[in-house]
């Protein structure tokens, strides 16, 4: 570590008790699991509705389904898809790929069907667990994919007898059934294991690529980004460090999704590699967020800001203790001082003793690489970086740092930066850069600035990108969907300012000479949009116009348009 570098981090001056540098296990993500069951093995791993899943026994089913991959032929580096929600069976599925040395692709459930098709073909994908309500997209796709075996999971699963029997006379009554030559239960696949005895450990290292999670890239369109063993295991040990108060035992509400950085490296990974319990459910219902306080009294709450905006609206909410809190955390999107304010004060009427802590990351570094410290929020601030994690700000375009306060392009470097963006070296060149110091600079596309003393504040994206409810949006992957409708000329997508999801999708539609907008077009746009494009990013209001309003160079002025949606 370069010295100038270690006396940059703020780390020392704001968390005395915390070094500036720690140390991280170079082992596959699955070892480090086990090691938190070696140490507490009677303690409670997942609590899934209700049922418990220690960690002993999360061990002994993590080995039997790796010992089911195996069956079904899967080998050390390939490839798995996982379209899930919060389930157990995604939790084990994933560290059960990890152990036999595979990848683990993990996507949206809701994912359209032709972005299911290019996730599973640009990973290669051989086998693909998924939950019951994908199934009949999956059936549509199959034969244009390498899968070999797609094993359908439901949410009953797992779920206590009661709850399991309440779900299919209700909501699962409604899952329209697919079925398909290479379809298997997940009862199934494990059977599998049964018969195997051949090896299925691989005690991989740090720099072994071990999941592929997407997002947005410079260009606009999704793309892989290839986390490693390191990535996720440093994120843990940065993230439990940072907390200053959480011990084994702790119960966390893991509400985000596992196909999600945050979710998947903060809800699970962290929580599991330092002995706590992850409270999983596949569906988050704000409107019943007050059930779940009550029930598991968490520790920890981490979620996008809408999480915390829907919580004060909760009526259910006035009297609810909540002194047992240790944790809030907000990230995904920016939290405004003025909601800040709101949610401490809701906290503190309730007992709890902390404030809401907002962060800053990207998928780019598994999830946040910098929080606000526990006694030392600044109103505005994203916080101070990690141990071992170091952001300056460049100009846009340049190699070359800017002094404090300037704003700027938002750069950092540490442990959990990706390897890098699957099969494109191009992009990846693009936004992995090595500098004159040595370090390789991850080149974020935010524009922020940085204050002496170490504390980051963001400003905007360079990238234009939408964030509704925690999830980030390319305006121009729903585009070229619109656009490709028989009767639409061209389109423009932006995000107009929602009081509760941060932002929602609007999209403006130009027709085709002689086309004109009556009921039956919009309909069959609307309904061409909700098979094209995934369900979170499905515009929720258009606006059919004559013509758009265009820059000086011709190119469709959608700043314009933003204006237009800005609140008098």
């Known amino acids: 570590m370069p010295d100038e570098l270690l006396v940059k981090t703020p780390w020392v001056q704001h968390y005395g008790t915390i070094p500036a540098s720690l140390s991280y296990s170079d082992k596959s993500m699955w070892e480090t699991i086990f090691e938190a069951a070696e140490k507490y093995p009677k303690s409670a791993a997942l609590n899934y509705f209700g049922k418990i899943t220690t960690f002993a026994q999360l061990r002994k089913k993590i080995e039997h389904c790796a ?34 040395g595979a990848v683990a692709n993990m996507i949206h459930p809701l994912s359209a069907e032709n972005e299911i098709r290019r996730f599973v073909n640009v990973s290669h994908s051989r086998m693909i667990i998924a939950i019951n309500v994908s199934a009949k997209k999956i059936e549509r796709i199959i034969e244009g994919t390498q899968l070999e075996h797609a094993v359908i999971v439901s949410p009953r699963d797992s779920m206590p007898p009661l709850l399991s029997l309440g779900y299919q006379l209700t909501k699962g009554r409604s899952v329209k059934k697919a079925e398909h030559a290479r379809f298997i239960s997940f009862d199934d696949f494990l059977r599998g294991a049964e018969a195997y005895r051949g090896d299925y450990r691989v005690n991989g290292k740090g720099s072994d690529l071990a999941a592929i999670l997407y997002s947005g890239g410079t260009t606009g369109e999704s793309k892989g980004i290839m986390l490693s063993n390191l990535n996720f295991n440093a994120l843990a040990v940065q993230g439990y460090t940072m907390s200053d108060s959480l011990v084994p035992g702790d119960r966390v509400l893991s509400i985000m999704p596992i196909f999600h950085g945050f979710g998947l490296g903060i809800c699970i990974h962290t929580i599991l590699y330092f002995g706590m319990t992850a409270v999983i459910l596949p569906q988050f219902d704000v409107k019943t967020f007050h059930k779940l306080i009550l029930k598991y009294k968490p520790h920890v709450i981490a979620g996008v800001p809408t999480l915390f905006e829907a919580i004060m609206r909760n009526e259910h909410m006035t009297s609810v203790d909540m002194s047992y809190l240790k944790c809030a955390i907000a990230g995904g999107d920016s939290l405004s001082p003025s909601t800040k304010e709101k949610v401490d004060e809701f906290l ?27 006694n030392d929020t600044r109103a505005g601030s994203i916080g101070i970086p990690y141990p071992d994690t170091f952001y300056k700000i460049v100009a846009p375009g340049t190699q070359n740092e800017l002094p404090y306060g300037e704003v700027g392009e938002i750069c950092l470097s540490g442990p959990t930066v990706m390897l890098g963006y699957l099969d494109d070296e191009v992009e990846t060149g693009k936004v992995l850069q090595r500098h004159e110091d040595g370090l390789m600079w991850l080149f974020t596309g935010d524009l922020g600035y940085m204050e002496a003393d170490g504390f980051l504040y963001f400003k905007q994206r360079i990238k234009r990108m939408i964030v509704t409810s925690g999830y980030s949006v390319y305006p121009q992957s729903i585009e070229n969907v619109i656009d490709s409708h028989p009767d639409v000329l061209y389109s423009t997508v932006i995000g107009v300012p929602d009081e509760y999801r941060g932002q929602i999708i609007k999209a403006y539609v130009v027709l085709k000479s002689g086309v004109k907008p009556t009921d039956d077009v919009k309909n069959s746009i609307r309904q061409y949009c909700e098979v094209n494009v995934a369900k979170y990013a499905l515009p929720r209001e258009f606006e059919y116009r004559d013509s758009l309003p265009k820059t000086l160079v011709g190119k469709v002025d959608y700043r314009a348009l933003e204006m237009e949606n800005v609140p008098s």
Do not use: H, W
């Open 67 to 100: 010992k089911a991959f195996k069956a079904f032929g899967l080998e050390r580096g390939d490839r798995v898809t996982i379209c899930m929600p919060n389930t157990p069976e995604a939790v084990i599925s994933f560290y059960a790929i990890n152990m036999i």
């Open 348 to 374: 503190r009427q309730r007992g709890a003793k902390i404030q809401v802590r907002e962060g800053y990351g990207l998928t780019e570094c598994v999830t946040g690489s910098c929080l606000n410290p526990k």
